[in-house]
């Protein structure tokens, strides 16, 4: 490992790599991650490139920018894991589950449905509907979404211009919900990359009452510009 990546992460530890039928597992089992004590947790693309495990840009709400480390893939899921233990649990990009924030999303329905798994196909007049639960004791919540396509938006990472296509979902709560609200509606972002069609950052907020979610995809976006993308992008989202 260079020695720039050990100044962001204190240690990683590795204790079992295994491959099971029917489950992808990523490059880690378990791990011990630490971040460097700096406003913003940040790396160079060739400290990016050349990682062993995939890397997440999170930033949530004021706080600073940290990096996840993808955990493993299983059922479809991508879990990404934090050095305080945190957990994100997204499917092709929506976050599906959260461990350790404020007030954890402990299940989201129907999200084979969900139009931002195929950027391809959404339409402008797309609606999805999904019910929520959540660890404060708010159960099968309605929320219903609309979105629109934005094209041709530039995203500057790594001092590098990247042309993506923007989703903007429109979020609202269906039904009333048990504690105040100060407003029902919200959006989340969506970017993909114009080219390969592959999510490179989205903006997510689980619900009014919490702080929106940033997640830049390092790895996926050092990948598409390595000079080999082509045959490194993969496709997973």
Not at 91 to 99: N, S
Not at 218 to 229: C, D, F, G, Q
Request: proline fraction near 3%.
């Amino acid at each position: 490992m260079i020695a720039s990546i050990k100044t962001v992460f204190s240690g990683i530890m590795l204790l079992t790599l295994t491959a099971c039928a029917g489950t992808y597992h990523s490059y880690l089992d378990s791990l011990k991650l630490a971040f460097a004590k700096t406003p913003d947790a940040e790396l160079s693309l060739a400290e990016v490139q050349q990682a062993q495990y995939d890397l997440l840009y999170v930033k949530h709400g004021e706080r600073a920018q940290a990096v996840m480390v993808l955990m493993h893939l299983e059922a479809g899921q991508h879990k990404w894991v934090s050095a305080d233990n945190a957990m994100l649990i997204m499917e092709q990009g929506r976050l599906v589950r959260t461990l350790g924030l404020e007030n954890d999303l402990l299940h989201l329905t129907n999200t084979v449905n969900d139009p931002v798994r195929h950027i391809n196909t959404i339409q402008q007049d797309n609606s999805w509907l999904r019910l929520a639960d959540w660890h404060n004791g708010e159960y099968g919540y309605a929320l219903r979404s609309r979105f629109e396509v934005l094209p041709a938006q530039q995203l500057t990472v790594f001092q590098q211009k990247l042309n993506t296509t923007l989703v903007v979902e429109y979020v609202k709560y269906e039904d009333s919900a048990n504690y105040l609200r100060f407003d029902g509606n919200w959006q989340n972002y969506f970017w993909f990359d114009s080219e390969s069609g592959i999510l490179v950052k989205s903006e997510q907020t689980l619900s009014p009452f919490l702080q929106p979610i940033t997640m830049t995809y390092a790895s996926r976006i050092a990948r598409l510009l390595s000079p080999a993308a082509a045959q490194q992008i993969g496709g997973a989202q």
